[in-house]
C-alpha cells in the first residue's frame, strides 16, 4: 500500500504522524479555549444574577428595575423577574410569546432547586451546533425573611463568545494547515537530498556490476552515506586494478607462450618433411624445440610458485644456517656463470658476520639470491665486474649484489618488482627472461619476513639488496 520510493516512504510517514499531532493540538486547544469561555460565561452570570436578586429582596420596585435594565445593557440577555406563582412581574423587550412559554415551562421544572438554596441554578441550554456555545439559563429565588418572594431569571445569549471561539478556532486550523504544508515541503526537502546521492549510488553500483569500472562518484562528504560513496569508489578502484592486472596477466602469458609454442611448431613442421640422412640439422632443430620447451616448463613452474607464494601456500623449510658457509659456497657453485662471460667477481663477507648463523629457507633463499645474480649476469657486459656482498648492521643482514651493467632509470624502479615488468620492453623482446624473476625474489624474502631493495645509476650499475631480520636467538655473538 505504500509507496515503494524511500523518499516517499518518510514523507508519508511524516505527513501522517504531523497529521495527528496537529489534529491532537487544534481539538486540545478547542477544548480549552471552550472550558475557558463556559466558566467564564458562567461566573459572570452567576454574579450578575445574584446582584439581582439582592438588589429585589426588599422590594420589585420600578426604579430597582431601570437599574438593573441598564446593568443589562448590551449583554446579549433576556431578562425576567417573577413573583413566587412564577407569573411574570417584568420582562425585557425582546422575549416573544414562544419562549417566554419555554422559560416558564422551564423555571417549573427547575424551581426545586433552587429552594431554600443561596446559589442560583445554571445550565447551558441547546446542544444543536458542534462548535456552539450554548445559552445560559439560570434562575436566581429573591428572599424576603428567608421567604422565597419571587424569582430572577436570565438567560445569556453567548453568540458573541462563540464566535470569538470559532475564530480562534479558524485561526488554529490555518496554524495547523500551515505547519502541514510546511512540514510536508521540509520534509520532501529533507528526504530528497538525502535519497538523491543514494539513488546515484545505487545506479552507479548497478553500473559497477554491469562491468563499468571506470565511473566517477559524485557523492562527497565525511556523512554516512560520504563514506559509503568513498569506499564503493575504493572498491571499484581495487576491481579495475584487479582486472586490469588480470588481463595483463593473462596477455603477458598468452604471448609468453605462444613464442615457443610458435618455434616447436614451426621446427617440427621442418622436420617432418626433413630427409633421414640430415643428421646435423635434425639435432640443430631438436635442440631449439628442446630449448623452447624448457623455456616454456620454466615460465610455467615460475609462474605455478609465484601463484603460490601470492597466496602465502609455499610452506618454508626452516632451517638454521651457519650463514658465511652458506653464501660462500652458493657463491663457488656459480662460478661457471660468470666464467662464461669474463665476468670478475668478488664476494666481500663483514667481520660483523663471520660466526653468524640464521633461520631461513635455505632452498628459496638460494633460488631468490640465483635469480638476483643470474640478472646481473645478463645485464653485465662482457669483461664487466659483479660483486656479492653480505653485510650486518644492527639486527639486518644484508645480501647485496652490484654490477656494472647498463643501470635502470629512476622511474622504473618502482615497477621492477611487479610481475611481467621488464624494464625496456622492445630491447628485451629477444630476452628470454619473463619478468618474473623479482616478483618471485620479492615474495620468497617477504615470506621470511625480511624486504628488497634496489639502487641504480644509469651508465654505472645496479644494486639488488636482500635484507633480513635477525632475531635474537639467531646467535649474534658480535653485536
Ligand atoms: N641487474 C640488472 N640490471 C639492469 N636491469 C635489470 C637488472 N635486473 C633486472 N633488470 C630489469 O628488470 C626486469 C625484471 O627482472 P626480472 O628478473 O623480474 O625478469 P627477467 O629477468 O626479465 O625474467 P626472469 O627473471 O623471469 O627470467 C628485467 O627485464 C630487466 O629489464
Ligand atoms: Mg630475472
Known amino acids: 500500500m505504500f509507496p515503494k520510493k524511500l523518499s516517499s516512504r518518510i514523507t508519508a510517514w511524516v505527513m501522517v504522524i504531523l497529521f495527528i499531532a496537529v489534529i491532537s493540538l487544534i481539538s486540545g486547544a478547542n477544548w480549552i479555549t471552550k472550558t475557558f469561555y463556559q466558566n467564564h460565561l458562567s461566573n459572570e452570570v452567576e454574579a450578575r444574577i445574584v446582584s439581582h436578586a439582592h438588589l429585589l429582596e426588599k422590594d420589585v420596585q420600578e426604579h430597582v428595575i431601570e437599574y438593573i435594565e441598564e446593568i443589562e445593557v448590551g449583554k446579549s440577555s433576556h431578562l425576567l423577574i417573577l413573583d413566587s ?14 419562549i417566554l412559554h419555554h422559560y416558564q415551562s422551564w423555571i417549573n421544572e427547575n424551581q426545586d432547586r433552587v429552594e431554600g438554596v443561596e446559589d442560583p441554578f445554571l445550565e447551558h441550554v441547546d446542544t444543536a451546533m458542534l ?32 464566535q470569538a471561539q470559532i475564530k480562534l478556532l479558524y485561526l488554529f486550523a490555518a496554524m495547523g494547515i500551515i505547519t502541514l504544508i510546511i512540514g510536508n515541503i521540509f520534509t520532501i526537502y529533507l528526504t530528497k537530498r538525502i535519497s538523491k546521492p543514494i539513488d546515484h549510488i545505487s545506479e552507479m553500483t548497478k553500473n559497477i556490476a554491469d562491468g563499468d569500472l571506470d565511473i566517477e562518484l559524485q557523492v562527497h562528504g565525511e556523512d554516512e552515506v560520504g563514506r559509503l560513496a568513498a569506499n564503493i569508489q575504493s572498491m571499484t578502484k581495487q576491481l579495475k586494478d584487479y582486472r586490469d592486472s588480470r588481463r595483463q596477466f593473462i596477455t603477458h602469458i598468452s604471448h609468453d607462450l605462444r613464442t615457443p609454442i610458435t618455434y616447436i611448431k614451426g621446427y617440427s613442421a621442418v622436420m617432418k618433411e626433413m630427409p633421414p640422412d640430415k643428421q646435423n640439422e635434425w639435432k640443430r632443430n631438436l635442440n631449439v624445440i628442446y630449448q623452447e620447451a624448457t623455456r616454456m616448463e620454466h615460465l610455467v613452474s615460475d609462474l605455478f610458485l609465484l601463484t603460490k607464494l601470492e597466496e602465502g601456500k609455499i610452506k618454508l623449510n626452516i632451517d638454521t644456517v651457519y650463514l658465511p658457509s652458506w653464501v660462500r659456497s652458493l657463491y663457488e657453485s656459480r662460478m661457471i656463470m660468470f666464467d662464461q662471460k669474463s665476468i670478475e667477481t668478488s664476494l666481500v663477507i663483514s667481520k660483523n658476520v663471520e660466526d653468524l648463523t640464521i633461520k631461513i629457507d635455505p632452498y628459496r633463499m638460494e633460488q631468490a639470491l640465483i635469480n638476483i645474480i643470474e640478472n646481473a649476469i645478463r645485464h653485465t657486459p662482457n669483461n664487466g665486474k659483479i660483486e656479492l656482498s653480505l653485510i650486518k648492521r644492527e639486527n639486518e643482514v644484508r645480501f ?9 632509470e629512476q622511474k622504473a624502479l618502482p615497477y621492477i618488482w611487479d610481475r611481467f615488468y621488464k624494464v625496456d620492453a622492445a630491447r628485451s623482446q629477444n630476452d628470454s627472461g619473463t619478468g618474473l624473476g623479482l616478483a618471485i625474489v ?18 654505472e650499475g645496479t644494486t639488488f639488496s636482500i635484507h633480513l631480520i635477525i632475531h635474537g636467538t639467531d646467535g649474534d655473538s658480535n653485536d
Not at 412581574?89 to 425582546?94: F, G, K
Not at 647485496?400 to 635502470?408: E, K, L, M, S, W
Open 442 to 459: 620479492k615474495e620468497i624474502v617477504e615470506a621470511h619476513g625480511g624486504y628488497v631493495s634496489v639502487e641504480s645509476k644509469l651508465g
Open 400 to 408: 647485496a649484489v652490484t654490477d656494472t651493467g647498463p643501470g635502470i
Open 85 to 98: 406563582n412564577i407569573n411574570v412581574s417584568y420582562q425585557s423587550e425582546n422575549i416573544d410569546e414562544t
Open 131 to 162: 462548535f456552539h456555545i450554548p445559552h445560559v439559563w439560570s434562575l436566581m429565588p429573591i428572599y424576603n425573611n428567608d421567604e422565597i418572594t419571587g424569582y430572577v431569571f436570565l438567560d445569556q445569549d453567548t453568540g458573541d463568545l462563540n
